[in-house]
Nanobody, 115 residues
Framework: QVQLVESGGGLVQAGGSLRLSCVVS????????MGWYRQAPGLQRELVAR???????NYADSVKGRFTISRDNAKRTVYLQMNSLKPEDTAVYYC?????????WGQGTQVTVSS
């Protein structure tokens, strides 16, 4: 059973920063792409950022230049550094990991940006 444990969410003022972490239980073997999604109230879940096993990244247009995704395979962890946060970034952020071509989701962590 693969479990993802997220941390790092919270309340921050506009312009501030937060760093999300997601640790994957078990072995690093079989882990492919890792990513972060978010879901605001009343909206669909959307991709924020994704990083492949080779380190290639892609971002939603709304976060380009402000957010950075990275991974540490030795720690089985994916990070999302969020800078210059805006109120519209407020959402529940979910980690997604592809392991042996199956998707696993974290429980979500709340990020709230006040204006």
């Amino acid at each position: 059973q693969v479990q993802l444990v997220e941390s790092g969410g919270g309340l921050v003022q506009a312009g501030g920063s937060l760093r999300l972490s997601c640790v994957v239980s078990g072995s690093i073997f079989g882990i492919g792409a890792m990513g972060w999604y978010r879901q605001a109230p009343g909206l669909q879940r959307e991709l924020v950022a994704r990083i492949t096993s080779g380190g290639s990244t892609n971002y939603a247009d709304s976060v380009k230049g402000r957010f950075t995704i990275s991974r540490d395979n030795a720690k089985r962890t994916v990070y999302l550094q969020m800078n210059s946060l805006k109120p519209e970034d407020t959402a529940v952020y979910y980690c997604l990991v592809d392991k042996w071509q199956r998707d696993y989701w974290g429980q979500g962590t709340q990020v709230t940006v006040s204006s």
